[in-house]
Structure formats: C-alpha cells, structure tokens
C-alpha cells in the first residue's frame, strides 16, 4: 500500500534517484564542477535575478546575506513568527536580535504591525513568503524605503510564485531560496542567494569564494538521501521495518538530520556555512527545469482539495481567498482545524503522514526552545494560536489525484 508523505523526499522521482545513484560513484566531480556555474545561470535566467551565487543550504545563504550588508552585533532584524530556526540562528550566530512580528490570516507577516517595532537598531526586514503564497511585499518594500531598511526576501517556500507577474525574490534587496529536502525543488541540502544590490554584490562573492565545500562524507550523505528513502524506506513504510532503518540510517550518521538538536537550541552547525558541492548542483539543477511541471501539478492538487472543502465548516481554508495580483504556487495546502492533533493521528493510521513540523509552535521545529530564539510567549497570538490547529495537505509531485480524494474522503468522514 502506498504511503502519501509531506516529508522526507516527497518531490523525487524515478530520474532523480537515478541522477544521485549515479553521483555517488562519481566521486571526482563531487565538489568543484560545472554544474555550480550551470545552476547558478540557469536560476538567474528563470526568474530574472542578477548575481545568483550557490550555497550548501538556505541557512548559509542568509550568512552571505547578512555579512554583504555589514551586518553588526546588536542589529536588529523583523522576522515574522510563523518561521523556522534556519531563519532565526543566522541572525543568533553574527549577535543580532530577531524582533518578531505577529502573522495575518494567510500565515505571512502582518504588515500593519511592522513600523511600530522599527528602532534606531533595525536594519533588515525579512519577507517570508510562507508555503508559497506571496506575502505583501509592496507594503513592506514602501517602508523599507521610508525607513532606509534593507529588504531580504525568504523565498525558500516560494519558487516560482509572483506577484503583479513579477516573480518573488526580484523586490528585495537580497533574495534567498533553498533546496532543502521537502522544498520546492530539492538537493535534500542546498541554496541560492540573488543580489539584486550592486552595493551588496562584491562582499556577497567574496563571501562565497573564501568557503570551503563540505566534506566528502557529508557530501555523501545528501545524495544517499533520495535513493535510500525511495528504495528502502518508503516501500517499507507501511511496517516497522522502514521506520527502523530510517531511524537507523539517521542515528548511524547515513543520512543527516533536515534540523539538527544543536539547531533547535540556537546553535548552528559548522558545516554551516560552506559551498554547494558540484552533485548536489546536478541534483538541483535538474529538478529546476521540471519545476513549471511541478508548480502547475501542485496547483491542480490545491484547487481539488479547494473544490471539495470550501464548504466544509469545520475547516476553514487559510488560502481561499487572496489578492487576485498574487500567484501563489501552493507549497503546501494549509487548513485550520480545532483537532488537528486528532486530525494527523488519523491520517497516520491511515498512513498518510501530515505531521511536517510546522504545527504547535511559532518557531518551528516544535521542538525549538522559544527562549534560545529569543521569543517571548504571548507576544504574538495569533501565530500562536493558528499553530495549534494547522494542517498541511500535501501537494507534491508524487500525490495524484486519487491519493487527494483519498485525504479529502477521511476529512469530510
């Protein structure tokens, strides 16, 4: 029986785990190689970004980011609430403070509470378009400019999702997306910064050029992920036996973590920041150009799941209605419901597994310490509560239609 999953490596298919098969053996072009200049033309002639330069996670790119700008201890950075530790622990790491403002209804920075938290010290305002759907850059782009902020756009839920016909990560100052296993597009490990600032431009190269590339064996690790997952432990899955060689694979040091401990207690890796290894270049490469096959798939699987739930009363559909100037690309499909921990559960026994981490808490993992993040509790409710009762329906290339009508037939039961 198959098994439908938001995580883990949901977007590869058949020609993918054969690319990173066939990477594995070739252990001369894992590092330095042509496919890193390939990648990084190739995304600038997509989405019509200047200076895109490569990195080996989302995380690293923001390092770049933050030392192109001068970034200085005691700088203070707007990030919204409903985030990720990978967004927070840059700042963490160069001695800056995250000043958290509360999310809209759609999940994205309420802009409306923004110019109230701008000091003397802010220097950055983080523009996180959350599960594809575009967050209100124009407001956000005004006040930058009032304000003399620099505008960085995390784009990492967001390739290929626009606004006004403009593709996000071209309004800020500094863009930034990721490959990250469960992405849009996935390396399993892996990132692009866009430096859409000429002023910004030679310290973010400079950055680049005096990383190291990860180790072999870390290397390694990113390109077992996609062929062991989708040859051994996803067709097992359904029985113990493919949780236990996950969890063996993980703890045996196999394959690596999506989020380490260290990184849920504010503290980043040292692999952390470094070059894009030359295959998972490869490997990201080839999904870009299967990415408008992807986006436009994820979009049918967004309108079913719209179609036969919008009259649904106990949930309430978080993107069924928004501005017609954005074009969302439907990451993921999130609804709200007062049992949602009830909700995943049954899936689970279903084995349909919804639990991605982005529930239960305003910094995700839940497992993050909200004090490490510097977070207070209760300084922005509504993220905490809309925490509480999201789910994520899957929209990835590998759900068809028959597994959406499957999820939609055990919601409406």
Request: glycine fraction near 4%.
């Amino acid at each position: 029986m198959k098994i439908i999953s938001v995580s883990l490596s949901p977007n590869t298919e058949k020609d993918d785990v054969n690319l990173a098969t066939s990477f594995i053996f070739k252990f001369w072009q894992w590092k330095k190689g042509k496919y890193i200049p390939k990648l990084e033309n190739r995304f600038s002639e997509m989405f019509g970004l200047s200076n895109c330069l490569t990195f080996n996670s989302g995380r690293s790119c923001l390092l770049a980011a933050l030392n192109a700008i001068d970034f200085k201890e005691g700088d203070e950075v707007i990030v919204q609430s409903f985030t990720c530790n990978a967004v927070i622990n840059p700042i963490l790491k160069l001695g800056g403070r995250p000043v958290y403002i509360d999310i809209a209804e759609d999940l994205n920075i309420d802009v409306n509470k923004i110019e109230q938290a701008i000091t003397s010290k802010t220097k950055v305002i983080i523009a996180q378009h959350t599960f594809g759907m575009p967050c209100d850059i124009d407001k956000i782009v005004s006040l930058c400019k009032k304000h003399n902020l620099i505008l960085i756009e995390d784009c990492a839920h967001a390739m290929g999702a626009k606004i006004n016909g403009q593709y996000c990560g071209t309004f800020g100052d500094i863009s930034f997306f990721s490959f990250g296993r469960d992405k849009v597009i996935s390396s399993v490990y892996g990132g692009i910064l866009s430096i859409n600032n000429a002023d910004f431009l030679k310290k973010a190269s400079d950055f680049q050029n005096k990383l190291n590339y990860p180790k072999n064996i870390w290397t390694i690790r990113q390109l077992l992920h996609p062929v062991l997952v989708n040859l051994l432990v996803f067709p097992m899955y359904n029985i113990i036996i493919g949780k236990i060689l996950m969890a063996l694979f993980v703890n045996l040091g196999i394959l690596s973590k999506a989020v380490t401990k260290d990184e849920n207690q504010g503290i980043l890796p040292n692999y952390f920041p470094q070059r894009l290894p030359n295959a998972l270049a490869a490997l990201a490469l080839h999904q870009l150009e299967k990415l408008e096959k992807f986006n436009s798939h994820r979009k049918e699987i967004a309108n079913y799941y719209k179609k036969e739930l919008e009259n649904d009363t106990r949930y309430k559909i978080i993107f069924k209605e928004y501005d017609n100037k954005k074009e969302p690309i439907f990451m993921k499909y999130p609804l709200l419901s007062e049992n949602s921990k009830e909700i995943m559960e049954k899936m689970r026994m279903n084995k349909i597994y919804l639990n991605d981490g982005w529930s239960d808490s305003t910094i995700m993992p839940p497992m993050t310490s909200l004090e490490k993040m510097i977070y207070s509790k209760g300084s922005c409710l509504l993220a905490e509560s809309l925490s509480k009762k999201i789910v994520s329906l899957p929209t990835h290339i590998n759900i068809s239609i028959d597994d959406a009508e499957k999820i939609v037939y055990l919601l409406k039961s």
